[in-house]
């Protein structure tokens, strides 16, 4: 098993940028492709970006891409997600994910969670 932690949320004004952080522990890091994915209230759960296990293979759902950017250290058991330009409606608990299955990094059944951290984006 891994657990995951997340941080680096918080309330930042529209046009500001985030950093967000998924630390892992357990079992190899690497084995783990890793996503993030989000949840605004009255929504559904939201892929945001995923990262194969070398760092090498990147995907963004349609909100993230040109905004946002997925990177991970294997060295440092950690997965980050860099948020520039953000927008009102960006406002959602963000997620981290890892899957040590073979699967398209977007698929949203990841088989491990984090407990999430809120980002708030006001106007």
């Known amino acids: 098993q891994v657990q995951l932690v997340e941080s680096g949320g918080g309330l930042v004004q529209a046009g500001g940028s985030l950093r967000l952080s998924c630390a892992a522990s357990?079992?190899?890091?690497?084995?783990?492709?890793m996503g993030w994915f989000r949840q605004a209230p009255g929504k559904e759960r939201e892929f945001v970006a995923g990262?194969?296990?070398?760092?090498?293979?990147?995907s963004y759902g349609d909100s993230a891409k040109g905004r946002f950017t997925i990177s991970r250290d294997n060295t440092k058991n950690t997965v980050y997600l860099q948020m520039n330009t953000l927008k009102p409606e960006d406002t959602a608990v963000y997620y981290c994910?890892?899957?040590?299955?073979?699967?398209?990094?977007?698929?949203?059944?990841?088989?491990?969670w984090g407990q999430g951290t809120q980002v708030t984006v006001s106007s």
């Open positions: 994910a890892a899957d040590s299955r073979v699967r398209g990094l977007a698929q949203p059944d990841y088989e491990y």
């Open positions: 990262i194969s296990r070398s760092g090498t293979v990147t």
């Open positions: 357990g079992r190899t890091f690497s084995s783990y492709a």
